[in-house]
């Protein structure tokens, strides 16, 4: 066989493929947002596959009426915006130090800082340690547990590492401190590995569900995905629907929890095309240079 029919077979295969892992992919988001504009007949009958049948916008009526949803969302960009500002704030002044090669004791710096990739205190002592801290039931409970991310402080030192030295020498010629010249040399250089890594923090926190299980009971500080959970175990659905004097007909649990999620998935469907010429680019570089 020719040399290019192996290529064109080779390129044939990865179309496949990679058509089969998106309709994968997509195709239950598709299913969701087709039974959030689907009637409660339609539901319960099962007829709803990829398009939605006997279109309603009930469901989301519902989900914006409610006061308790765009509060969640609220703070749950503020808290996205806050965590995301002081992870990369602490990265950024944990990768530079890290990335001297002339740092004592850098080794076991950075032997401390893999183990934490594969061994943890545990979930409970972490819950007590939060209680005695007096952290519970507040916004810093779900900002400091994963302020620094051991990965990504990695990449961005990876990162670092690969900037020539010799632009920090002339800085440090010029009278520029080590802050200075991280602020005014490195940084400007590191964009594309910056808004990466901001961008990996802010979805992971946007994700964010097991540690606001864990530390927050109070309502006003519920994020937005502690909500989402409580509508999709159905508990805040049937209570919704009972306050707002909704018969099941008229929208049912099934139709307001695809809306939930959908409403819950927008901003970052939002935020991605913007920033997703970033990855390939910071995550690639930050991983071959140095």
Same mark, same amino acid.
């Given at each position: 066989m020719?040399?290019?029919r192996?290529?064109r077979?080779?390129?044939?295969?990865?179309i496949?493929l990679?058509s089969?892992a998106?309709?994968?992919c997509?195709a239950p988001?598709i299913h969701?947002i087709a039974?959030?504009?689907?009637?409660s007949?339609s539901?319960m009958?099962?007829?709803?596959?990829l398009?939605p049948?006997?279109?309603?916008f009930?469901a989301?009526k519902?989900?914006?009426?409610?006061?308790?949803?765009?509060?969640?969302?609220?703070?749950t960009?503020?808290l996205?915006?806050?965590t995301?500002a002081c992870?990369?704030?602490?990265?950024m002044m944990?990768a530079?130090?890290?990335?001297?090669?002339?740092?004592?004791?850098?080794?076991?710096?950075?032997?401390?800082?893999?183990?934490?990739?594969f061994f943890s205190?545990?979930?409970?002592?972490e819950?007590?340690l939060?209680?005695?801290l007096?952290?519970?039931?507040?916004?810093?409970?779900l900002v400091?547990?994963?302020?620094?991310? *051991?990965?990504? $402080?990695i990449?961005l030192?990876t990162? @670092?590492?690969?900037i !020539?030295?010799s /632009?920090?020498e002339?800085?440090e010629?010029d009278?520029?401190?080590h802050?200075?010249t991280?602020?005014s040399?490195?940084?400007?250089?590191?964009?594309p590995?910056l808004?990466?890594?901001?961008l990996?923090?802010?979805?992971?926190?946007?994700?964010g569900?097991?540690?606001?299980l864990m530390y927050i009971?109070k309502?006003?500080?519920y994020?937005l995905?502690?909500?989402?959970?409580?509508i999709?175990s159905?508990?805040?659905?049937s209570d919704?629907?009972?306050?707002e004097?909704?018969g099941?007909?008229e929208?049912? *649990?099934?139709? $307001?929890?695809?809306?939930?999620?959908i @409403?819950?998935?927008? !901003?970052?469907? /939002?935020?991605?095309?913007?920033l997703?010429r970033y990855?390939?680019?910071?995550t690639m570089v930050?991983?071959?240079?140095?």
């Amino acid at each position: 066989m020719s040399e290019k029919r192996v290529n064109r077979l080779f390129d044939i295969s990865n179309i496949v493929l990679i058509s089969l892992a998106v309709i994968v992919c997509i195709a239950p988001f598709i299913h969701i947002i087709a039974i959030s504009f689907s009637s409660s007949r339609s539901i319960m009958s099962g007829k709803v596959t990829l398009f939605p049948m006997e279109i309603t916008f009930e469901a989301y009526k519902r989900v914006f009426g409610d006061t308790s949803m765009l509060r969640s969302l609220a703070y749950t960009i503020f808290l996205t915006l806050l965590t995301t500002a002081c992870s990369m704030l602490m990265t950024m002044m944990a990768a530079y130090p890290l990335a001297k090669s002339n740092l004592r004791w850098k080794s076991l710096f950075m032997l401390i800082i893999v183990i934490t990739m594969f061994f943890s205190g545990g979930m409970i002592p972490e819950y007590l340690l939060i209680r005695d801290l007096g952290l519970i039931n507040t916004t810093w409970s779900l900002v400091l547990p994963n302020l620094i991310s *051991p990965f990504y $402080l990695i990449i961005l030192i990876t990162f @670092f590492k690969g900037i !020539p030295d010799s /632009l920090e020498e002339a800085a440090e010629i010029d009278g520029s401190n080590h802050f200075r010249t991280l602020w005014s040399v490195i940084l400007p250089l590191s964009s594309p590995v910056l808004a990466t890594l901001s961008l990996f923090y802010a979805v992971n926190r946007w994700n964010g569900f097991q540690d606001t299980l864990m530390y927050i009971t109070k309502p006003e500080l519920y994020p937005l995905q502690l909500k989402l959970y409580q509508i999709v175990s159905n508990a805040q659905a049937s209570d919704l629907l009972r306050s707002e004097g909704v018969g099941m007909f008229e929208v049912m *649990p099934e139709g $307001l929890k695809a809306a939930s999620v959908i @409403f819950a998935t927008i !901003p970052i469907l /939002l935020v991605y095309p913007w920033l997703q010429r970033y990855f390939v680019n910071g995550t690639m570089v930050g991983a071959v240079k140095g």
